[in-house]
């Protein structure tokens, strides 16, 4: 089956070109970069952060269970 001509707009009835629509592509796409760059970064140091305050917090419990153990030797005369 025949399709219908196509029709040829002239250059009056073309949807007018943005200037900076290329401009603003790359800054998006550059924008869309720097915030995966940041979020692989701040994943990075939420892992470090973690990893640190784990082992202050075995630090802490090692050294209080060392305290504790010595008052009651201290106290029972073990």
Request: net charge positive.
């Amino acid at each position: 089956m025949a399709e219908p001509a196509r029709q040829v707009l002239s250059s009056d009835e073309l949807e007018p070109v943005d200037p900076f629509a290329v401009e603003r592509a790359y800054r998006l796409e550059r924008a869309k970069r720097r915030a995966r760059v940041e979020r692989r970064r701040a994943s990075r140091l939420a892992g470090l952060r973690f990893f640190v305050a784990l082992l202050v917090l075995l630090a802490l419990s090692v050294f209080l269970s060392v305290t504790v153990w010595h008052q009651v030797q201290r106290l029972f005369g073990l």
